[in-house]
């Protein structure tokens, strides 16, 4: 039986409004070991929420919203901690990406980019799928930003997608929207460069771990990367197959590219503010100009040569998207202010105690165990953080390298089986405002990445071991 879609609406409002009972019970339960009343309040509002964004009885970003609003009234954390996301760096990078991307739009200077790869490689689907893949694979050490890279990245991928006539929301512009995303995402976990958490993670390795270079960190993960990025590029072209054949000639390509004319004034401004954007994020390390400054900085660049008008800082932007994404953010604050991923920490260990001496049944007990912890803990960095604090301890003396841990536990966890999971994917599907992509047709995609990602790391096994980081 098929039921209505008002059937279906009240289905979801009595499954929204059965969550409510449940967060209640969970925030006045007796609290276990190391854990305090607070927590257990904290953690009932974010059950609630959880179970309203999995409904979405209420736009995502009014729950989120909410949540942070709850955690404050009710004194699990100040109001500064419960709001932590929408003052740091890292939220402002977002909103710059966001106004660089729209612009970057309007002005036509994506669909010029989108021509120029369409004419470096075939101009077919599975052609376009690796070309996605190399540029992203080349781009990602140089931004260490990975919310930056999904947003700005993704409008290419769709005006790709848009110029090989593929309809939207379906296989083909899945299959390339997944494509932007392993190279331009998912290859980033191969350099430590591909993100601030690498650094975060390695400084929490015991003192004499902590000498990773660039180049360390490139050589113990390029055979997980080879085999990610082949095995997902294959995978896509192969489910992803759009239903009937595309192609454009090279001749068809040119013609559009002669078509657009020179570079407008516009597309020039947008242009080398994105291409300084880019390398002021770079080299941060050598300037000490935080990324979210820059962010913000080049979006007002864009406003005061007027490229950026009001109407596009009101609509350009998609400010519930934004907000949602920095509530989700917030989560991480509030997990690490009342020590659950501590608590956590020390429930696991008994059950990890089992898997330490085997490499490959570590790899996946961390891949498991991230799957079920970014359930509660959405932020990546939290949650791996959770296993790089605990193991070293009990993988030193065995002869492991505790480097493994933050590259398993980070890149492994970057799942999206529900889309609150994972600010990556929402800021690359909110890039495009969420009309490349159905959410249904990449789940399959994040369970071809959990299985290739371990396949991935059970083959670098052996190479770790000539690399000298295993015995």
């Known amino acids: 039986m098929i039921l209505s879609p008002n059937a279906i609406q009240r289905v979801r409002q009595a499954f929204s409004f059965l969550f409510i009972p449940l967060g209640v019970w969970i925030a006045f339960i007796t609290p276990p070991d190391g854990l305090s009343p607070q927590t257990m309040k904290?953690?009932?509002?974010?059950?609630?929420?959880?179970?309203?964004?999995?409904?979405?009885?209420?736009p995502e970003y009014v729950t989120g919203l909410l949540m942070c609003v709850f955690w404050a009234v009710t004194k699990c954390v100040s109001f500064q901690t419960a709001f932590a996301t929408f003052s740091t760096s890292g939220w402002w990078i977002m909103v710059g990406a966001f106004a660089l991307g729209a612009v970057a739009g309007k002005t036509g200077l994506l669909k010029r980019i989108s021509l120029c790869v369409l004419h470096l490689f075939p101009a077919s689907f599975a052609g376009q799928v690796w070309g996605l893949i190399a540029s992203g694979t080349v781009i990602s050490p140089l931004i260490p930003s990975i919310n930056a890279?999904?947003?700005?990245?993704?409008?290419?991928?769709?005006?790709?997608?848009?110029?090989?006539?593929?309809e939207r929301k379906k296989a083909g512009a899945c299959g390339l929207f997944g494509a932007c995303y392993v190279g331009f995402v998912l290859a980033g976990h191969m350099f430590m460069s591909g993100s601030f958490t690498h650094y975060v993670l390695v400084g929490m390795l015991p003192p004499e771990y902590?000498?990773?270079?660039?180049?360390?960190?490139?050589?113990?993960?390029?055979?997980?990367?080879?085999?990610?990025?082949?095995?997902?590029?294959?995978?896509?072209?192969?489910?992803?197959?759009?239903?009937k054949s595309v192609r454009l000639t090279k001749d068809n390509v040119a013609e559009q590219i002669r078509n657009l004319g020179p570079l407008s004034r516009e597309e020039r401004i947008t242009l080398w503010t994105l291409i300084i954007t880019l390398l002021l994020w770079m080299t941060e390390a050598w300037h000490g100009i935080s990324s979210g400054e820059v962010a913000v900085t080049a979006m007002c660049v864009l406003l005061m040569s007027k490229v950026m008008d009001r109407k596009d800082f009101k609509n350009g932007i998609d400010w519930p998207s934004v907000v949602y994404v920095?509530?989700?953010?917030?989560?991480?604050?509030?997990?690490r202010a009342l020590h659950v991923d501590r608590w956590l920490g020390v429930a696991l260990k008994p059950y990890l105690l089992s898997v330490v001496g085997s490499p490959a049944?570590?790899?996946?007990?961390?891949?498991?165990?991230?799957?079920?912890?970014?359930?509660?803990?959405?932020?990546?960095s939290s949650a791996a953080a959770i296993f790089v604090l605990i193991l070293p301890p009990l993988l030193i003396p065995l002869g492991m390298n505790p480097w493994i841990v933050c590259m398993v536990a980070f890149a492994g966890g970057d799942i999206w089986y529900l889309k609150y999971m994972n600010a990556f994917y929402l800021c690359a599907d909110l890039g495009t405002e969420g009309k490349m992509a159905n959410h249904r047709s990449m789940i399959k995609l994040s369970a071809a990445y959990m299985v290739i990602c371990t396949l991935g790391f059970i083959v670098s096994i052996p190479f770790w071991r000539m690399f000298g980081l295993l015995q």
Do not use: F, H
């Open 326 to 335: 920095g509530s989700i953010l917030n989560l991480a604050a509030v997990i």
């Open 210 to 243: 902590r000498g990773v270079t660039w180049l360390d960190w490139l050589l113990w993960s390029l055979p997980w990367g080879l085999v990610m990025l082949a095995g997902m590029g294959l995978y896509i072209i192969w489910a992803y197959k759009p239903s």
């Open 361 to 380: 049944s570590l790899i996946v007990a961390i891949i498991l165990g991230m799957c079920v912890i970014r359930l509660l803990i959405v932020s990546m």
């Open 149 to 166: 890279k999904a947003t700005l990245s993704t409008p290419i991928a769709l005006s790709i997608s848009d110029e090989l006539d593929m």
């Open 42 to 58: 904290a953690l009932g509002i974010t059950v609630w929420a959880v179970g309203w964004w999995i409904t979405q009885i209420v």
